[in-house]
């Protein structure tokens, strides 16, 4: 039996994970999904100070609370970056870090600073205030890349805004990403997420990235939960 933690991506919470998690423990794993604070589940805790710092402190705690170790950290999209971080500070915990669809943490660059220029300001123009938090408000369906449309608008339904701080906070490693720790990215290429798709690239030449392409959609966990969990179950021991 394995231990797996997941991560949710901007705007949605541990609803998010809830297809591959039941598939996980299917199979006989400890698997369990965490929400955002100020996000998701827990969206009424939306707050100023939130940001990828808390986010990170609120993982780890978790995972001390819980005294959870080797863990399969599993982060989706933004998910990826906490999971990155968590890797960073408490690597003594994960056993094998995941990212799905996300981005390589760098010291000192933030999302924004990271992706694509013209998407960046594109979201810049849509940030508004939520009970005094400046938030990212939530993509309309038609940008979740979900073909079934029932499953697109049941998805749209739960999203949340997100802390806008958590895309213009720089990052703060204090190791090399993946801080020495198993690594497997999981690229979703049809289509691919413009967002993401510089970092396929990306990843190919880290030579200690373990590379997987599925044919699935950037919001895969929700859409393709059988091929998620098919990659989780293989991941390396």
């Given at each position: 039996?394995?231990?797996?933690?997941?991560?949710?991506?901007?705007?949605?919470?541990?609803?998010?994970?809830?297809?591959?998690?039941?598939?996980?423990?299917?199979?006989?794993?400890?698997?369990?999904?965490?929400?955002?604070?100020?996000?998701?589940?827990?969206?009424?805790?939306?707050?100023?100070?939130?940001?990828?710092?808390?986010?990170?402190?609120?993982?780890?705690?978790?995972?001390?609370?819980?005294?959870?170790?080797?863990?399969?950290?599993?982060?989706?999209?933004?998910?990826?970056?906490?999971?990155?971080?968590?890797?960073?500070?408490?690597?003594e915990r994960v056993a094998h870090l995941v990212i799905i669809d996300g981005g390589i943490p760098?010291?000192?660059?933030?999302?924004?600073?990271?992706?694509?220029?013209?998407?960046?300001?594109?979201?810049?123009?849509?940030?508004?205030?939520?009970?005094?938090?400046?938030?990212?408000?939530?993509?309309?369906?038609?940008?979740?890349?979900?073909?079934?449309?029932?499953?697109?608008?049941?998805?749209?339904?739960?999203?949340?805004?997100?802390?806008?701080?958590?895309?213009?906070?720089?990052?703060?490693?204090?190791?090399?990403?993946?801080?020495?720790?198993?690594?497997?990215?999981?690229?979703?290429?049809?289509?691919?997420?413009?967002?993401?798709?510089?970092?396929?690239?990306?990843?190919?030449?880290?030579?200690?990235?373990?590379?997987?392409?599925?044919?699935?959609?950037?919001?895969?966990?929700?859409?393709?939960?059988?091929?998620?969990?098919?990659?989780?179950?293989?991941?390396?021991?």
């Open positions: 039996m394995r231990t797996y933690l997941c991560l949710p991506g901007a705007w949605m919470g541990a609803w998010s994970w809830q297809f591959v998690v039941e598939r996980l423990k299917a199979a006989g794993h400890d698997a369990r999904a965490l929400a955002f604070r100020g996000v998701g589940e827990r969206a009424a805790e939306l707050a100023p100070e939130l940001d990828n710092d808390a986010f990170l402190a609120d993982t780890v705690d978790y995972l001390e609370i819980e005294n959870l170790r080797d863990v399969v950290l599993v982060g989706h999209s933004f998910g990826s970056l906490i999971a990155g971080l968590v890797t960073d500070r408490v690597p760098t010291d000192g660059q933030s999302i924004f600073g990271r992706i694509p220029p013209e998407i960046v300001a594109k979201r810049k123009k849509l940030v508004t205030i939520v009970n005094g938090t400046e938030v990212l408000p939530f993509a309309p369906v038609g940008s979740l890349i979900i073909d079934d449309p029932e499953l697109a608008a049941w998805t749209h339904r739960q999203l949340t805004p997100h802390p806008v701080a958590c895309y213009t906070k720089p990052i703060r490693l204090r190791h090399a990403a993946g801080n020495g720790r198993p690594m497997t990215y999981i690229a979703c290429t049809r289509p691919r997420y413009p967002v993401s798709a510089g970092m396929h690239e990306k990843v190919q030449t880290m030579s200690h990235i373990r590379f997987r392409p599925i044919e699935a959609g950037h919001n895969c966990i929700i859409s393709a939960p059988d091929l998620v969990t098919t990659e989780l179950l293989e991941i390396p021991r």
